[in-house]
């Protein structure tokens, strides 16, 4: 017991919070609309959040002075699953099948392309490579000419998830996570 007390100590002092977390008081601050579809996805870059939606867009939303949508990037045509944001590039996958890379600064279009036979439902990135999931695979893409440099098959269902963390790919397939 005491060794949780101090563990939740910790989390509330990383999370800024003081006392007991029952104590603090989490309030809606708004609400950001703008979309014609339910949210599938969303990622932050310093003051923006970008959120994509089954309307095929991606809304760019200032965070900071008055809530409001910047920008709608359109580049898809289909429902925007996944968002990853990765040294002032935006990466956004879709059920199009396609992957499009984004310049954070000017919200231009970089690059698109087919990434999957299937929808692909999320993308992650490091420094030099992009990853991404869909039916039974991961493929890892060089991030500099967006060429394919490996492949992982042969997986037992859908890949919906993925996180990169010291030089691991975590994916959530199904009811596990495979390392």
Sequence with gaps: VNEMSTEMNNVQAQLG????????????KGTLIGHNGPIWSMACSGSLLFSGSSDHTIKVWDTVANFTCLKTLEGHEGMVLALCVSKGVLYSSASDNKICVWDIKTYRLLEE????????????????????GSLRVINIWDKKKFDSVHRIDNLNHWVRALVIKDNKIYAGIYQAIKI
């Design 17 to 28: 919070l003081v006392g007991n977390i029952e104590q603090h008081v989490f309030k809606c």
């Design 113 to 132: 392309f087919s990434a999957h036979s299937n929808p692909v439902c999320t993308i992650a990135a490091d420094d030099n490579y992009l990853f991404s």
